[in-house]
Nanobody
Framework: QVQLVESGGGLVQAGGSLRLSCAASGRSISNYVVGWFRQAPGKEREFVAAMSRGGFSTNYADSVKGRFTISRDNAKNTVYLQMNSLTPEDMAVYYC?????????????????WGRGTQVTVSS
């Protein structure tokens, strides 16, 4: 199985940018579809973005389209989420997830492995 560890969260002003990283270990991340989810206080965890194994297909939540970009470097066994034009509504704990079946998915239940999350705080 694969282990996932997120990093790169922190405090940023509205309009700023952050890049989250998700380092995989145990198995090659190239074997998995990868996704990012987030959970704000008092809210359910929601889908943010996903990328296919080879990186040729992506899917984004409407709320982040045009602002966030998911990418992967299979050689470094790492997945990234570049977040631009951040707003206070983006403030949440961000989770990386991996799915063995090579089909993009938005549902939490579709993912087999999860990291522990990294906090993103956006000040207005």
């Amino acid at each position: 199985q694969v282990q996932l560890v997120e990093s790169g969260g922190g405090l940023v002003q509205a309009g700023g940018s952050l890049r989250l990283s998700c380092a995989a270990s145990g198995r090659s991340i190239s074997n998995y579809v990868v996704g990012w989810f987030r959970q704000a206080p008092g809210k359910e965890r929601e889908f943010v973005a996903a990328m296919s194994r080879g990186g040729f297909s992506t899917n984004y939540a409407d709320s982040v389209k045009g602002r966030f970009t998911i990418s992967r470097d299979n050689a470094k066994n790492t997945v990234y989420l570049q977040m631009n034009s951040l707003t206070p509504e983006d403030m949440a704990v961000y989770y990386c997830a991996a799915r063995y079946l090579d089909i993009l998915a938005n549902a939490e239940s579709a993912y087999d492995y999860w990291g522990r999350g990294t906090q993103v705080t956006v000040s207005s």
